[in-house]
């Protein structure tokens, strides 16, 4: 089945405790995006990949790292989390280039830092 | 910067009823808009995709259009049913070479259909 996984789905965490949420798609997608979803706000994008080792900012990136060694997964990354992190965080990817580029969405991470 | 504004912010409709949802963004230079469906606490599914030189998209009860001139997206949905309430997302994605991965979601349409 074609799907973009996360895990986590759920995280409690401390302030400055390292974490990793892994995303992974099996639909040989070039481009992968991080999300974080708040009330209010709404989706906004805070690291995209656009290839293996080609990465950008987003909306949001402070505070947050990544990384494209492979195609199939882009893992998210927060060094020193902090209670402002506490979020819904999705994972999307999508074709590339030569297609129509429909972002398939993964379930979610909510996140928790106190 | 794109800016994407979905109106209105909250719908509560009887069952039956035919539905537009709005949906406008501030630069033209798109290469496709997407409708997305969010259910509470859960995921987004994709519903249509429309290509910047497109006009329409269909899918069963659901048809949106694009007016890229004008910056502006609708979401038709026909004779509503109370399984369709949910939050309706629009996104927008950027014609900008290597910022063709930038994506721009609107705040979305929370839509309630009561039996």
């Known amino acids: 089945e074609a799907q973009v996984t996360q895990n986590p789905r759920y995280l409690i965490t401390v302030t400055g405790k390292k974490l990793t949420v892994t995303c992974s798609q099996n639909m040989n997608h070039e481009y992968m995006s991080w999300y974080r979803q708040d009330p209010g706000l709404g989706l906004r994008q805070i690291y995209y990949s656009m290839n293996v080792e080609v990465t950008d900012k987003g909306d949001v990136p402070e505070g947050y790292k990544v990384s494209r060694k492979e195609k199939r997964n882009f893992p998210l990354i927060l060094e020193s989390p902090s209670p402002n992190q506490t979020s819904l965080y999705f994972c999307?990817?999508?074709?590339?280039?030569?297609?129509?580029?429909?972002?398939?969405f993964g379930p979610g991470t909510r996140l928790t830092v106190l | 910067k794109q800016e994407v504004t979905q109106i209105p912010a909250a719908l509560s409709v009887p069952e039956g009823e035919n539905l537009v949802l709005n949906c406008s963004f501030t630069?033209?230079?798109?290469?496709?808009l997407q409708w997305f469906r969010q259910d509470p606490g859960k995921g987004l599914t994709s519903l249509l995709l429309?290509?910047?030189?497109?006009r329409e998209q269909t899918s069963g009860r659901l048809n949106a259009s694009l007016d890229k001139s004008s910056g502006r997206s609708t979401l038709y949905i026909a004779a509503s049913q109370p399984g369709d309430s949910a939050t309706y997302l629009c996104?927008?994605?950027?014609?900008?070479?290597?910022?063709?991965?930038?994506?721009?979601f609107g705040r979305g349409t929370q839509l309630t259909v009561w039996p």
């Open positions: 996104a927008v994605r950027r014609d900008r070479g290597s910022t063709l991965g930038r994506l721009y």
């Open positions: 429309i290509q910047s030189s497109q």
């Open positions: 630069d033209s230079a798109i290469y496709n």
């Open positions: 999307a990817s999508s074709l590339g280039d030569r297609g129509p580029n429909e972002q398939f």
